[in-house]
């Protein structure tokens, strides 16, 4: 059965950096897109990126452009998310995403941004 597992999330200081994890099992990883969403506190799921089954296209909400990237390792079932620069705004549990023939969610990891 499809799993997503994700890892990596904690506590950080505005500015800092922190690197989530997303291990996936139970299908063909490198056959499908991958994403990343979010849902703050009193807030929806949003998404945060999308990244394309080998990697070629990548696109993110506005919000985290030019400070999140997403990327993956097919060889590994991995897909990750670099954040820099964080804002007390990107407090969220972060969950990782894939449609495979159905919507699939992992249970998803708090990144909590505070001094």
């Known amino acids: 059965q499809v799993q997503l597992v994700e890892s990596g999330g904690g506590l950080v200081q505005p500015g800092g950096s922190l690197r989530l994890s997303c291990a996936a099992s139970?299908?063909?990883?490198?056959?499908?897109?991958m994403s990343w969403y979010r849902q703050a506190p009193g807030k929806g799921r949003a998404l945060v990126a999308f990244i394309s089954s080998n990697g070629g296209s990548r696109n993110y909400a506005g919000s985290v452009k030019d400070r999140f990237t997403i990327s993956r390792d097919n060889a590994k079932n991995m897909m990750y998310l670099q954040m820099s620069s964080l804002k007390p705004e990107d407090t969220a549990v972060y969950y990782c995403?894939?449609?495979?023939?159905?919507?699939?969610w992992g249970q998803g990891t708090q990144v909590t941004v505070s001094s």
């Open positions: 995403y894939a449609f495979v023939g159905a919507p699939y």
């Open positions: 139970g299908f063909t990883f490198s056959s499908y897109a």
